[in-house]
């Protein structure tokens, strides 16, 4: 596990204190965490980068591309507080990850929407081969469905003949109470 000086944050003190043999803290050297990330997946290793959503996708935008996802390396980039969820403002906030990271060959997302994602997402993760970019959230996450991710399959919450509702990751909570609300108002969604 690798992270960039955001180790109580984005609470990988667990890994560290835990597994310290299996823990990099690189400082704040997003891009510099990059290229070694690919460098240890070129001998062989699987490193997890954990750190914000920002600070995976656009500081270190060219490293990710050139040193991780053009050589399809088996890399795991964990980005925490997606969109608008930070409190630190403008320079904390993801909000261009997914466009960003869409652009870049070989790079999988998920984005978990629940708890029960957030629970299997790793075990999805480490059945892709390549880089994957993984986008949640930290701290308490509801619950909304009983069944675990699973890579390629979405999960369809109502059928209904008035609209169709897409949502992913973080929405999906808002989205539902949305889906309640329409259903009282004789909308089928």
Known sequence: VLTADLTSSCEADVVRDNLPDQYLSMGMAEQNMMSFAGGLAREGFHPYIHTFGVF??????????????VPNL?????????????PGGVTHQAIDDVALFRAVPNMTILEVGDA????????VAESIDGPVYVRMWRGQVPRLFSTPMKFGVVRVLSEGTDFVLITSGICTEESLKARRSFKAAGVAV
């Open 56 to 69: 995976v996708t656009r500081r270190p935008f060219d490293q990710v591309a050139m040193s991780i996802a």
């Open 74 to 86: 088996p890399v795991r980039l964990l980005g925490f507080l997606p969109g608008l969820t930070t």
């Open 116 to 123: 029960s994602e957030v629970e299997s997402v790793m075990d």
